[in-house]
Structures are given as structure tokens and as C-alpha cells.
């Protein structure tokens, strides 16, 4: 399995290397609706109630705080 | 032959050293965009639900551009716990196993008091190099029965005119476990590795992938959840035994659209895997809208489904190799709807009067979670958790 998504990434990186949105067209892209994660320290708040209320955590992009709570 | 290995090597030691010098020598005017803004961001966050856990955890952050390539970053972060518990049963066990907080003292009728305080301290450094970030971040949590140092180190390298980004991570924990009714003292050793991809695919989608690996050994089990066992009709209660080792992976994707100019989609997906057999499915989907040129508003909702770790019982006859209760490693799916305001200041025309500021930018998140388990939990006999989120907060960037 994870050398299956390994290459799915690596196929991902060439596909989708190439395409360029020029500096011009980006207007779009840096609006705050368009950012994925505007504000990392509410996403890590909000990661942390759900790594202590579920068996799974990961691939989220966010980093929450060690702690004893389960 | 050796002498040819030799050479081989000082070859390619050269051409890695021409590389990182063309990396660290790339102009850094065109990205100093990307470092954090200079910025204090105060959240007053409070988490409760219907297992009687309140939390309530109030976190600042400051950012500071300390030159044009280096952002420096602080936070502390509080956690006060409060719970009516397992101990309001028969028989009362000594300490909290819904939020792992030592019990308090006053007996079942006493008012609500912080079982457990944890003081959360952050700092961290972003440093421009050539077209990428490194990113360094040092991490002590501390309360009295459990102490974790972490050290993150993140580097983002973008490519192709900053529409490709590429990300290489590593996060090291170090935990200490010494329980108040115990007399011993454990560690818990956490690494995970990150690699992250980021692609601007049109003037209007952005794609992400995400992956995880994470290694965690030593004591994974949580020692103040307990597991009731019956021998010869009497009820007694044990710790909890994990296995030592928990290989954790995970990968997601996740697209974001803009729909219109005042309005964008984002959808994503995780799978994740572990060695405890636990598989899991995550979706989520979120809309954002301008509701107005300062304001706007998130709709989202996450669902997740997981299997049960290999080990997971609700029941013990005997006591066994491996054996939990922990009703987190159970089959459950859970969902969750969430519900963002962001207030931007700089509306000069508006009638409040702390909305004309353009630095300021105020946050409301509002968080239902409803987790459903396969099997009710031992000492509530419940299946649902229901738990609510909030937080507010406010950054002001300078």
C-alpha cells in the first residue's frame, strides 16, 4: 500500500509539475478564501480535541501539542 | 577501484555542494512574502462535551519579522481540564479515566474544580533559503503526571514560478509518563516524518497531498484509563497493556475551487493505516463566502469512519497479553460540522468602531462533534459522545 501511494505522489509531482499559473493570473489564488490552512495556529487547535477523541491522526498539516491526555 | 570510488563520491559531494549554493545564493526579495507576517494572536478556546470533560484552553502567539529572512515565533498554551467522572460510580476508582486528570479531592458533590492544568511552551524560527523555508520549532508540555519535549523541523522548497511546493518534515518527541498513583516512570518516543506537495493546478484550483509516517514505542497505553475485569464475580480493575510499538501512516489529498469571486469549495480525503489493524476513511468539505467585503463565513463538515485496534474489547474475562478499554480504539465513525466567522478590520464606513482597524481580524469557530463507538464505553455505557468546540480569537498584524 504505501509504495502504491508513493509512486501515486511521485506520478503527482511530474503530472502536476508542469502546469504554471503565471504571477499575473494569482490575483485569484492569494485571496484569503483560496488559501488552504490561512491560519495554522487555529488549524493546530482544532487538531488537537479530534488526536485525543479518535485512533487516527496524520497527513493533516497541522501540528498540535504532545500531552498526556490519552 | 577504491581510488574510483573515492573520486565517484568527491563528485558527487561537489555537485551537492553546487546545488545547495545555488539554493542559498537564489534571491530571497521574491518570497519574503512567504514568511509569517509579523503578528499576536489571542485564542480563547473552550472544549465540552456530554462524558462531563470541559477543557478550557487559552493560547497567545507572537510573530516577529526579525530580518528580511528570519520570522521568529512564541506561543504558550493553557489547558484546564474539569470533569465530573468515572469516580461519581461505585466503586470509585482513584483518578479521571475520561480525561486522564488525576481525580479531584472533594467528592461527588463538590463544584467544579481544574483537575489538571498543562502549560504548553512554543518557539520557533523561519528562515528564507533561497526559494524555500526552513522552519524550526521547539515544543515543552508540561502537568503533573506527564512532561513532553518536541522538536519540528519543516523545509519547504517551491518551484515552477512558486506554483509547486514541496515539503520535507520531522517531528521527535521525547514523553515522560509518571502517573500520581504510580511509582514508576515511562518514556513515549514519537517520530513522524512529513512529505507534503502543494500544486497550483489553474488560476482557480490548488491541489495538496499529504503524507505521514509516524513511529511511536514505548508506553502507548493510557495508564489512567483502566479495564474492569471479573474474576470469580468480583470486579477488579487493571491497567491497561498496549502493545510497545505503533507504526502510524497516513495520506490524504485535499482540492480547493474557487466557485465564484465571492465563494470557494474545498474537498478532501484521508486514508489512514496503522499496526494495530486500525484503518481509517476521513472526508471533509468546507465553503467559504464573502458575506461581505470584511467577513467571512466557513461551512464545514468532517467525517470519519475507523476500525477497531486488534486488541480493543469492551469485555476481559481474564487478563491478557493485550488488553484496552480505551474506547478511541474502537469502530466508530464520528462527524463533525463546523461553523468560522472571520471579521477583517478596515471598513472605515462601518458603526463599529473596532472594525476600522485594518490590522485587526477576529475569529469565531464553532465546533459539533458527534462520535458514535461500536461498543458503549465500560463505566457510561454510552455509545455517542457529543462534544462542542469553541474558540475566539483575535490577531492583530503590525
Known amino acids: 500500500m504505501s509504495i502504491r501511494i508513493l509512486l501515486l505522489f511521485c506520478a503527482s509531482l511530474i503530472l502536476f509539475g508542469c502546469a504554471t499559473v503565471k504571477p499575473w493570473e494569482k490575483e485569484s489564488l492569494s485571496d484569503p478564501i483560496m488559501i488552504i490552512d490561512e491560519n495554522p495556529i487555529n488549524a ?16 493533516t498539516g ?3 501539542g504532545g500531552c498526556g491526555c490519552g | 577501484m577504491q581510488q574510483e570510488q573515492k573520486a565517484a563520491v568527491v563528485g558527487v559531494a561537489k555537485k551537492l ?7 542559498f545564493n537564489f534571491s530571497t526579495l521574491d518570497f519574503a512574502q512567504l514568511l509569517p507576517a509579523n503578528e499576536t494572536q489571542v485564542n480563547f478556546s473552550g472544549y465540552f ?20 529572512s528570519t520570522s521568529i515565533t512564541a506561543r504558550y498554551l493553557v489547558d484546564m481540564i474539569t470533569a465530573a467522572s468515572i469516580k461519581n460510580h461505585n466503586p470509585a476508582p482513584k483518578v479521571d479515566v475520561v480525561t486522564s486528570a488525576s481525580g479531584r479531592s472533594g467528592g461527588r458533590n463538590s463544584a467544579p474544580t481544574f483537575d489538571e492544568v498543562r502549560h504548553e511552551f512554543n518557539i520557533g524560527v523561519a528562515q528564507l533559503l533561497g526559494s524555500g523555508i526552513l522552519t524550526a520549532d521547539g515544543l515543552y508540555s508540561t502537568e503533573s503526571d506527564y512532561t513532553s519535549s518536541t522538536l519540528i523541523g519543516n523545509f519547504t522548497q517551491y518551484f515552477a514560478e512558486n506554483n509547486t511546493s514541496l515539503q520535507l518534515g520531522i517531528v521527535r518527541s521525547w514523553d515522560k509518563v509518571f502517573p500520581k498513583t504510580k511509582n514508576w516512570k515511562k518514556d513515549k518516543n514519537v517520530t513522524t516524518l512529513n512529505l507534503n506537495f502543494s500544486q497550483n493546478i489553474s488560476k482557480s ?16 497505553s493510557d495508564n489512567y484509563q483502566l479495564v474492569p475485569i471479573s474474576i470469580n464475580g468480583t470486579d477488579s480493575l487493571f491497567d491497561p497493556i498496549h502493545p510497545d510499538l505503533r507504526i502510524r501512516r497516513a495520506a490524504a489529498l485535499s482540492l480547493k475551487y474557487r466557485l465564484t469571486d465571492q465563494s470557494s469549495l474545498q474537498a478532501g480525503y484521508r486514508y489512514y493505516w496503522d499496526s494495530w ?20 463565513l466557513d461551512v464545514g463538515w468532517r467525517g470519519n469512519f475507523q476500525t477497531q485496534a486488534f486488541f480493543f474489547k469492551q469485555k476481559y474475562l481474564i487478563p491478557e497479553q493485550y488488553m484496552t478499554t480505551d474506547i478511541k480504539l474502537d469502530a466508530a465513525y464520528s462527524n463533525e460540522v463546523q461553523l468560522d466567522l472571520i471579521l477583517s478590520g478596515g471598513d472605515r464606513q462601518s458603526f463599529l468602531p473596532f472594525m476600522k482597524d485594518e490590522r485587526v481580524q477576529y475569529i469565531f469557530n464553532l465546533n459539533f462533534y458527534l462520535r458514535h463507538t461500536n461498543t458503549p464505553y465500560w463505566f457510561n455505557n454510552k455509545n455517542n459522545l457529543f462534544a462542542t468546540n469553541i474558540n475566539i480569537g483575535i490577531r492583530y498584524r503590525y
Open chain 1, 44 to 59: 493546530g487547535l482544532k487538531e488537537h480535541f479530534l488526536d485525543y477523541r479518535e485512533g487516527v491522526e496524520g497527513a
Open chain 2, 17 to 23: 555542494i553546487l546545488f545547495l549554493i545555488f539554493i
Open chain 2, 49 to 68: 462535551d456530554d462524558f462531563s470533560v470541559s477543557v478550557l484552553y487559552p493560547s497567545i502567539s507572537l510573530t516577529k519579522r526579525v530580518s528580511e
Open chain 2, 205 to 220: 484550483l490548488i491541489l495538496q497531498l499529504l503524507s505521514s509516517y509516524t513511529n511511536n514505542n514505548g508506553l502507548l
Open chain 2, 277 to 296: 489493524d486500525i484503518t481509517s476513511n476521513t472526508y471533509s468539505a468546507n465553503y467559504e463566502r464573502y458575506l461581505s467585503k470584511h467577513i467571512i
Open chain 1, 62 to 64: 497541522a501540528e498540535s
